[in-house]
């Protein structure tokens, strides 16, 4: 029996009419495709009358198959779906095609724009005469969620979690939680010392009966899917007993070996070869350093094990594999410094008073590693004049175009601690003063009128080359003072380049673990940049905090708490759909030749031993079809995606091109006339 | 290892001594030099700011000229090599333009397809073809002792710094240790010598010299090497006359790099063509290197 097919093509306001004559597009289709009995156009097919012309439809003129064309499936696919459902149609046997995004919005020329509207309509009419009615399916979610990265966007939403009443596992590279935030002394606008914002947190998640912590560990690998994720944490060796330790510090105040701590003092100071990053650590557990402890290199020492009261040191500790299982992932692993040896001119490395602002932070705080004083790099010496440098490697073709979001107002925050603490004068070389946030703006105006000096331009070089009596001995910055308009040269003791956040090293790794993608720069891709912020494309796997993209404290304290409440609320639902567009594999025509069985990004094949053949884990195929073009014997079938499905699809966009006429004889004065519709009759 | 050599105008006048000892020196290193049939100037800079396209014509002309079975182009000249590169760049990148130069070349029956010659430094050549092996190979008299401060100047670092960092380019830095110099890390070396700025401006182009060897002899440099013959002219040329104009005594030598490399391979001073400088650099090269005052002496 022949189908019955209704197609919509949408306006858009004058987003899809403006460049397609979607008039045209509809009467074509209507006389021109074979087994098509109703064809409109209309303004908004997303508007509930839009939607309830195809209801109407379905119902009146008994329609088997629906073709949306308006904008992309991303959008509206659901809604138009779920109108056909309403009306009784299976939701799977209406299909919608892209004449916005892939049409009207890319076109200059309204006639090539609407003849490729038309064959992008037959395509879909074709195909969709071959489709079949699917029925989604169901899995349990899982109440426990992974949260990796332990810095304060982490933080929010372990805590939101936990609080709900919500199992939580907590993962963190680092020997104790806290993140970038454990190394500030203040927080800007409101100057509120950091520490003690952060540590009551620290220690309610670290004492939390729903959190179960794992502290110098990493993700090692992610396997199932949405409500089903299994996770391998590598559980690194600290060599110290966690359950023996007490925390008592006695190892770290006996061991004989000192190691600059490039981590949490960025340089600055020094730490033990055993050692907790800073005294307020969750937990107190102190790691040791192999690469630096006596024992590991030079096989003598064991001064930590003979000192240790509950013996919980364990030299022959080796790291762990931890298997858990989670129903959500929220993933909040944060950024790293610019590299600022990568811009040469401004000496760093190079020049011993060029300072990074992650330097600069532990040299403000009070218990850092000059105990709050801002000092040169000898250690003793006041500086005069200092001078902060914006945007570097932010805002920058070379290096990063985007902008780190924080500087601007860190270096406000900078100038503040040192005209409070100092009587230096301090110089701001900025590109453009960023303060949008609350209360930001004002912060700025406070340190115009504290006396900080700003200074328009971006700063060409930082050198030690004098030219003037007065410059000698000084660091020179030279710049072009836009406001100005004239060269300067600016002599300073000290100079702290306000470094980009960038992503992760090794962000790309670990998205690929979890299935989600990367932006060109390198920061993690959410589902939708204004409507979706949290989520990505990977259901079950959610983004919070700066490794979604630069970020201050407020505002990855927000994603935490949202992403937090994403996940509740998947849990609350109890269980998740999951399409049936999947895989299926026909164990007659199947060998056993197992090539789908890696190919798989999904792991979602397993092979049957005693049959001998494959078969697809229903709950973690995603439909994305490797396994079906892959397979020698043509046994596996995508569902929602047959061959034949796909072959009508291409003879339908072909339809000018077929020369039997099929499917659309095109006859000009429409001769095959189908039951023909009013144009336009909304 | 073959090379077409393209010399230019200034290695046959002011820049004889980089002529002869790039010639001496690649010899040594098994760098054979083929020197472009007929070739004419390129331009300078003045050319291309009057008329791109025949300043391009003229010399896409030399690239065309590049014997087939030489695949590279070396020119020791830094205002050559950026010409002769932007000239293949512009040629490919732009297929009109491509196709109004090939006109002009057509008429002396020549054509030039572009990217057939690659373009290349002598420092380049010797730093990444040769490389520090082979160069160590060959040190029989290690610059130990000397502070040599190199200067990179403009055209070769910039626009196509290639795999350096423009800003602070570390080439020749490498093959001066390589020598056993001491390299003088001093923060102008990629700054501008002015040019032609000279002929304009005076008083400008003598501030930018000055500032050029102040930063080197408050570095402690006992000379400074050049890979360009405008810096050349300007740094040793100028230097009697920028130390009238701010009253200083600056008394810097100025040579080309492949003539303190030809003095750590032993080669004879007056093949590498010392003594064609102003501000003589045998004598202050004699007296620092180790040992090679005594050698002299004999």
Redesign the interface.
Known sequence: MAERVGIYVCHCGSNIAGMIDVEEVARWAGQSIKDVVVSRDYKFMCSSLGQKLIEDDIREQGLTRVVVAACSPHLHEKTFRRACQNAGLNQYLCQMTNIREHVSWVSTDRQKATEKAKALVAAAAERVKHQRPLEQGFVKVNPATLVIGGGIAGLQATLELADAGYPVYLVEREPSIGGHMAQFDKTFPTLDCSACILTPKMSEVGQHENVKMFTYAEVEEVSGSVGCFKVKIRQKARHVIFEKCTGCGICVEKCPRKVVDNVFEAGMGYRKAIYTPFPQAVPRTPVIDTANCTWFTRGKCQVCSKVCPTQAIDYDQKDEIIQIEVGNIIVATGWKLFDCTR???Y?YG?LANVFTNMEFERMCNAAGPTGGKIVLRDGKTEPRRIAIIHCVGSRDVRHNQYCSAVCCMAALKFGHLVLEKTKAEVYSFYIDMRTPMKDYEEFYQRLLEEGMHFVRGKVA?V?????LPDEQGSLIVQVEDTLLGTQRRIPVDMVVLMAALEPQADAKELGLKLGISCSMAGWYTERHPKLDPVATMTDGVFVAGACQGPKDIPASVAQGAAAAARVAGMITAGKVTIEPIIASIDEQKCSGCRICNNLCPYNAIEYDEEKGVSRVVAAMCKGCGTCVSACPANAITGAHFSNEQIAAELEGILWDAIADGRPASAAPDGSKAPQSTPVGAA | MKYAYYPGCSLECNAAAYDMSVREVADLLGIRLQEIDDWNCCGATEYFSQDELTATAVIARNLALVDPQLKQVVAPCAACYLNLKKTDRLMAEHADFNQKVNEALAAGGLHYRPGTVQVRHMLDVICDDIGEAAVRDKVVKPLNGLRVAPYYGCQVVRPYPGDE?P??PMKMDHLLSWLGAEVV????KAHCCGGHMTQISEPQAFELIR?LL??AQ?YDADLIVCMCPMCQLNLDGYQGRVNGYFNTEFKLPIVYFTQIMGIAFGLDPKKLGFGKELVAALPVVRAKVNGLAAQAAQ
């Open positions: 811009i040469p001119q000496g190079r070089e050198t030690d080359a004098a030219r | 960092n800003e602070y890390d001093y923060p102008v500032r102040q930063s408050d």
